[in-house]
């Protein structure tokens, strides 16, 4: 167990809705990222947040949206879902010894 | 061409042999390596995080950095059917803040 959380473990929705994914990082964790897995693309950056504010910035959607709280959790919000948008998505936390990353939620549009 | 490439497998041992799964990469920047495993539809869990060129032992882990030549390496000695997952080999870029670029991933099959 890593101590990063991650729900829901899994969601399915239809084309065109809006779904929010929820992240606690480790305790004393200030950094979040977020990452995209499918199988065509493998694991991509998204965004990261450091102490509730963005740090960088991937090939992130604008569709997709994110934003750290100061409890230092953290939202990652998908809009106008399409088909190919279905992926794991996974945070991460960070300390000097690395990052660590929660368990995902499995996305499918349907 | 991607920044980081890492041959796909999958991947057949026996078990007890040592396994060689290794990492190039384009970008000298790249200066912190981390190797992930990950199990089928769960998150990648950190084995290795290196940062210099050389060797680094964890139990039946090694990782390997060579700079000069951008590649790297994670070697399993002993290897068991529990090591039997998708390793990641992952790498940051100096001024990234600490953006992870990750190679595809090998899969890894141990056999009884």
């Known amino acids: 167990d890593s101590g990063v959380t991650q729900t829901p473990k899994h969601l399915i929705t239809a084309t065109g809705q809006r779904v929010t994914l929820r992240c606690s990082p480790r305790s004393g964790d200030l950094s979040v990222y977020w990452y995209q897995q499918s199988l065509d693309q493998g694991l991509q950056f998204l965004i990261q947040y450091y102490n509730g504010e963005e740090r960088a910035k991937g090939n992130i959607l604008e569709r997709f949206s994110a934003q750290q709280f100061p409890d230092l959790h953290s939202e990652l919000n998908l809009s106008s879902l399409e088909l190919g948008d279905s992926a794991l998505y996974f945070c991460?936390?960070?300390?000097?010894?690395?990052?660590?990353f929660g368990p995902g939620t499995r996305l499918t549009v349907t | 061409q991607k920044e980081v490439e890492q041959d796909p497998g999958p991947l057949s041992v026996p078990e007890g042999a040592i396994v060689s799964l290794n990492c190039t990469y384009s970008n000298s920047a790249f200066q912190y390596f981390m190797w992930y495993r990950q199990y089928s539809r769960k998150g990648p869990e950190l084995l290795m995080y290196?940062?210099?060129?050389g060797n680094k032992e964890d139990g039946r882990f090694t990782a390997q950095v060579d700079k000069s030549s951008k590649y790297i390496s994670l070697f399993i000695r002993d290897s068991q059917p529990s090591d039997s997952a998708t390793y990641l080999c992952a790498m940051i870029r100096t001024g990234t803040a600490s953006k992870l670029t990750f190679g595809t991933g090998t899969r890894l099959q141990v056999t009884l």
């Open positions: 991460a936390s960070s300390n000097e010894d690395g990052q660590y």
């Open positions: 290196t940062y210099s060129s």
